[in-house]
């Protein structure tokens, strides 16, 4: 309340022992109860040191769910991601569970491999920028829109993932997975300004899982070549599709 001189509108804290969403929610409830507390955890599968999402037999004693006002899935790509840039654009080492420089030892801050890094979707061109410099001129670089909560997007990741770590089709080829929203509801917004980028199609990007094709890291593409139709098909299906798919891109 100080810092903000009394502006603030939201609390959002990532949850372990819960102590410290439990301890500033009873505080704002009681000095000023509009502001709205946002309690994180991680995802399903997500491993992120320092908090985690309990199962309701074990919750902690502390924890009152009627104190929080929503509570917000974070996957480990989100926060790795998130960590980052933090680093690069505000010069804070948050850490993924804002732990701090401890985290410089974790690897999260180490360049990542040509086939395989993650974006959050506000942050794709700057991501798409650093990430083009750090390969081969003539490395043909594809991304990947997915998102954690989507059942299609999780029969078609490890799919692309093999294909493009293996010794596959697409073995020499980069991927940038772009994650398109933490909810479906984030997705589905009409405002959500993949709706409007006719980067990936005359509609914007229409579905998700949806592979791209943007050129090479020194002569992108103007207009992205694009897969579509990965949607409620089965795992043979989307292997046919996007091994075709990158056979067609050279």
């Known amino acids: 309340m100080r810092q903000t001189a009394g502006q603030i509108t939201h609390f959002v804290s990532s949850m372990g022992t819960t102590g410290t969403s439990m301890g500033c929610s009873r505080y704002f409830k009681e000095v000023k109860p509009e502001v709205e507390i946002v309690g994180l955890q991680p995802a399903e599968g997500a ?23 929503r509570v917000v899935d974070i996957s480990q790509e989100e926060a790795d991601e998130t960590a980052r840039q933090l680093a690069i654009q505000e010069g804070i080492f948050a850490g993924m569970s804002s732990g701090g420089d401890r985290y410089l030892s974790t690897g999260v801050f180490d360049p990542p491999p040509p086939a395989h890094h993650s974006c959050y979707y506000k942050n794709l061109d700057l991501t798409l920028s650093q990430h083009r410099k750090a390969l081969p001129e003539d490395m043909p670089l594809f991304m990947l829109f997915t998102a954690p909560w989507c059942p299609d997007c999780t029969t078609t990741l490890p799919i692309v993932n093999e294909i493009f770590t293996g010794q596959g089709a697409g073995a020499n080829f980069s991927l940038l997975r772009c994650i398109v929203g933490k909810t479906r509801e984030e997705w589905k917004d009409p405002r959500h300004p993949f709706r409007s980028d006719t980067r990936w199609g005359p ?13 090479t890291a020194s002569s992108p593409l103007v207009q992205p070549r694009v897969l579509s139709g990965l949607e409620k098909i089965d795992r043979e299906q989307v292997r046919f599709k996007v091994e075709s798919f990158l056979k067609e891109q050279g």
């Open 47 to 69: 491993q992120i040191p320092g908090i985690r999402r309990w199962p309701k037999e074990y919750l902690p004693s502390i924890f009152d769910e009627a104190r929080l006002d």
């Open 203 to 215: 509609n914007g990007l229409s579905e998700i899982p949806t592979l791209a094709c943007l050129g």
